[in-house]
């Protein structure tokens, strides 16, 4: 009697080990789309957005089943991250050191605007010429979007434009 | 009374010292550090030698943490203030935008599978015959001519970009800095962050001497490596991609690292290290490296 009531515990026990297996939260690396179905021509049922959280209830392949607005739907496995991504929205106002640095959005094509004073004040205390300054605003001015990213991951055979990576 | 105030500050320093030692930077200590410097000058009678008090205030303010401290906005700005720095000393940008672009592009894919998916990171092909490439705090990555000449394919740059994006999603450029006694002797990180001018400029110029000079060690370079392969893989890419520089490294009297700067880690253990994560990766051998496309991206663009 003993011996079943051991086996009784650990199977309870694994069984809620298990749970957070079964089910658990992911996030959204990007806005990204929820599909009916394993692959891009699955209908969009919803869509994410960039940090948001989904529950995930598995996975086939490369993509996550998850739950998201009452309904279940499937996700591209690298789309979502084990771990909330941070919150850039400071970077849309700055402060301190990072005052005078504006990003324009939040999503994938946000770019930064301007030099924050410490940098401009360090720049002009070791003499750095203005062509190195207007380097640095120009490669974090580069915007590339979403869109653009998903025409180039499309014409490349990336990600879940490739065939290969679904396994 | 004097007594329980330095066991406290023993207590706190030695802590502080064994998480700097064992890589774990606690978030809190710098606070819990600086907390303590201030209970120390507003109660002078818990020490009533004023140079000693003086001493344990400035001992507990220059063991403050960049790595816990550094919020995003301050960690670009010293992105910025290095970035200048690196473009007078390594080259001018590459006045080609098609090739800036499509190294962004690459870039932009690649950091997001990184820990940090959502910093807006910042690309750009430097002049210069010298293979090399750069990561600086706040997501600037710079890479130059002479390495995208070394390349043959998208896959290669994708795992060289994910090496270094991953010395900026885990804060390895601060990490080193911080753990640098030889630093931490002559800034006052503190002051620094409180956007102190002096404490500041010297803070980049330590920074910038170390991130250049020295380099990374092999556990940093193990760690991006590995997560180079990793992100790139997870973005679409055949994962080899640093394979053919660390294979011609251990094989060459001539280091061929694409770090030029750096100190040299051990190239055979960096394989051996890379293939055990390669393996974990299952079955890749059919993903893209994307050739032709960096050909003419690329190759075909660089004078």
Same mark, same amino acid.
């Given at each position: 009697?003993?011996?079943?009531?051991?086996a009784?515990?650990?199977?309870?026990?694994?069984?809620?080990?298990?749970?957070?297996v079964?089910?658990?939260?992911?996030?959204?690396?990007?806005?990204?789309?929820?599909?009916?179905?394993?692959?891009?021509?699955?209908?969009t049922v &919803?869509? +994410?957005?960039? @940090?948001?959280?989904?529950?995930? !209830?598995?996975?086939? *392949?490369?993509y996550?089943?998850? =739950?998201?607005?009452?309904q279940?739907?499937?996700?591209?496995?690298?789309k979502?991250?084990?771990?909330?991504p941070?919150?850039?929205?400071?970077?849309?106002?700055? &402060?301190? +050191?990072g005052? @005078?640095?504006?990003?324009?959005? !939040?999503?994938t094509? *946000?770019?930064?605007?301007?030099? =924050?004073?410490?940098?401009e004040?360090?720049?002009a205390?070791?003499?750095?010429?203005?062509?190195?300054?207007?380097a640095?605003?120009?490669?974090?001015?580069?915007?590339i979007?979403?869109?653009?990213?998903?025409?180039?991951q499309?014409?490349?055979?990336? *990600?879940?434009?490739?065939?290969?990576?679904?396994r | 009374?004097?007594?329980r105030?330095?066991?406290?500050l023993?207590?706190?320093?030695?802590?502080?010292?064994?998480?700097?030692?064992?890589?774990?930077?606690?978030?809190?200590?710098?606070?819990?550090?600086?907390r303590?410097?201030?209970?120390?000058?507003?109660?002078?009678?818990?020490?009533?030698?004023?140079?000693?008090?003086?001493?344990w205030?400035?001992?507990?303010?220059?063991?403050?943490?960049l790595?816990?401290?550094v919020?995003t906005?301050?960690?670009?700005?010293?992105?910025?203030?290095?970035?200048?720095?690196?473009?007078v000393?390594?080259?001018?940008?590459y006045?080609?935008?098609?090739?800036?672009?499509?190294?962004?592009?690459?870039?932009?894919?690649?950091?997001?599978q990184?820990?940090?998916?959502?910093?807006?990171?910042s690309?750009?092909?430097?002049k210069?015959d010298?293979p090399?490439a750069?990561?600086?705090?706040?997501?600037?990555?710079?890479?130059?001519?002479?390495?995208?000449?070394?390349?043959?394919?998208?896959?290669e740059?994708?795992?060289?970009l994910?090496?270094?994006?991953?010395?900026?999603?885990?804060?390895?450029?601060?990490?080193?800095?911080?753990?640098d006694?030889?630093?931490?002797?002559?800034?006052?990180?503190?002051?620094?962050?409180?956007?102190?001018v002096?404490?500041y400029?010297?803070?980049?110029?330590?920074?910038?001497?170390?991130?250049?000079?020295e380099?990374?060690d092999?556990?940093?370079?193990?760690?991006?490596?590995?997560?180079?392969?990793?992100?790139?893989?997870?973005?679409?890419?055949?994962?080899e991609?640093?394979?053919?520089?660390?294979?011609?490294d251990?094989?060459?009297?001539?280091?061929l690292?694409f770090?030029?700067?750096?100190?040299?880690?051990?190239?055979?253990?960096?394989?051996r290290?890379?293939?055990?994560?390669l393996?974990?990766?299952?079955d890749?051998?059919?993903?893209?490296?994307?050739?032709?496309?960096?050909?003419?991206?690329?190759?075909a663009?660089?004078?």
């Amino acid at each position: 009697m003993r011996h079943y009531r051991w086996a009784a515990l650990i199977a309870t026990g694994l069984a809620l080990a298990a749970l957070p297996v079964l089910a658990r939260t992911m996030y959204a690396r990007l806005s990204t789309p929820v599909r009916s179905g394993q692959g891009l021509a699955a209908q969009t049922v &919803g869509t +994410l957005k960039q @940090g948001q959280a989904v529950e995930v !209830l598995g996975r086939e *392949g490369s993509y996550y089943r998850v =739950s998201h607005a009452g309904q279940t739907g499937w996700v591209y496995f690298n789309k979502l991250a084990e771990d909330k991504p941070e919150d850039m929205s400071v970077l849309l106002t700055g &402060g301190g +050191l990072g005052g @005078g640095i504006k990003l324009t959005e !939040l999503q994938t094509g *946000g770019a930064l605007r301007g030099l =924050s004073p410490m940098a401009e004040d360090y720049a002009a205390a070791r003499n750095v010429p203005q062509w190195a300054v207007q380097a640095v605003e120009e490669m974090q001015a580069r915007t590339i979007d979403a869109e653009q990213l998903e025409e180039f991951q499309q014409e490349g055979g990336l *990600g879940e434009y490739g065939e290969e990576v679904a396994r | 009374m004097r007594c329980r105030a330095i066991a406290v500050l023993i207590c706190l320093c030695t802590l502080a010292a064994a998480m700097l030692l064992s890589g774990s930077a606690c978030e809190n200590m710098g606070e819990n550090l600086g907390r303590a410097a201030e209970i120390i000058e507003q109660h002078p009678g818990l020490i009533r030698d004023e140079e000693d008090r003086a001493k344990w205030v400035q001992g507990a303010r220059t063991v403050r943490t960049l790595k816990g401290e550094v919020d995003t906005p301050q960690e670009v700005a010293m992105g910025q203030s290095l970035a200048v720095r690196a473009f007078v000393a390594f080259g001018e940008p590459y006045p080609d935008e098609a090739v800036q672009r499509y190294v962004a592009m690459v870039g932009k894919l690649v950091a997001l599978q990184s820990e940090r998916p959502t910093l807006p990171y910042s690309f750009a092909v430097f002049k210069s015959d010298r293979p090399n490439a750069l990561a600086l705090p706040g997501g600037f990555v710079l890479v130059s001519t002479g390495l995208l000449r070394m390349l043959g394919s998208e896959s290669e740059l994708a795992c060289i970009l994910g090496h270094e994006i991953c010395h900026v999603a885990q804060k390895h450029g601060i990490e080193i800095v911080e753990r640098d006694t030889k630093v931490r002797s002559l800034v006052d990180f503190g002051a620094a962050l409180d956007e102190d001018v002096g404490e500041y400029r010297e803070l980049i110029d330590q920074m910038y001497a170390k991130l250049t000079t020295e380099g990374y060690d092999q556990r940093y370079e193990e760690k991006a490596d590995r997560a180079g392969a990793r992100y790139a893989y997870r973005a679409g890419y055949h994962p080899e991609g640093l394979m053919p520089f660390l294979k011609a490294d251990a094989d060459s009297d001539r280091p061929l690292a694409f770090e030029a700067y750096k100190t040299h880690p051990d190239s055979r253990q960096r394989i051996r290290d890379l293939r055990d994560e390669l393996e974990k990766l299952g079955d890749y051998a059919a993903m893209p490296k994307l050739e032709a496309r960096y050909q003419r991206q690329v190759l075909a663009k660089l004078r």
